[in-house]
Nanobody, 120 residues
Framework: VQLAESGGGLVQDGGSLRLSCAAS????????MVWYRQAPGKQRELVAA???????NYADSVNGRFTISTDNAKDTVYLQMNSLKPEDTGVYYC???????????????WGKGTLVTVSS
């Protein structure tokens, strides 16, 4: 499965973006879909995850501002980002895991990432 992220770009503090992650195959059978991000000089961190059953998990720093969702008909995972802050700047990666876990080391497939820059 190949993943292709899109939707990144430059946005002002308080703005919104929607990231998309299109898969080359069906995502319906995967246990978990995730978005991670890596800020300059920092390690990659979990932003949001959703399981096949629809359970979600968010980093404390984005809870209430970001929403992860999937469209199985389009084999696409989305990340709606509202009230963006400069500290949200980074490269955002989507990932798929056959198992129902969002642990980074367990992710089976990764996209190449899309850059999000939030200016103050």
């Amino acid at each position: 499965v190949q993943l292709a992220e899109s939707g990144g770009g430059l946005v002002q503090d308080g703005g919104s973006l929607r990231l998309s992650c299109a898969a080359s195959g069906s995502i319906a059978s995967f246990g978990a879909m995730v978005w991670y991000r890596q800020a300059p000089g920092k390690q990659r961190e979990l932003v949001a995850a959703i399981t096949r059953s629809g359970s979600t998990n968010y980093a404390d720093s984005v809870n209430g501002r970001f929403t992860i969702s999937t469209d199985n008909a389009k084999d696409t995972v989305y990340l709606q980002m509202n009230s963006l802050k400069p500290e949200d700047t980074g490269v955002y990666y989507c990932g798929l895991n056959r198992a129902r876990t969002w642990r980074e080391s367990a992710i089976d497939y990764w996209g190449k990432g899309t850059l999000v820059t939030v200016s103050s």
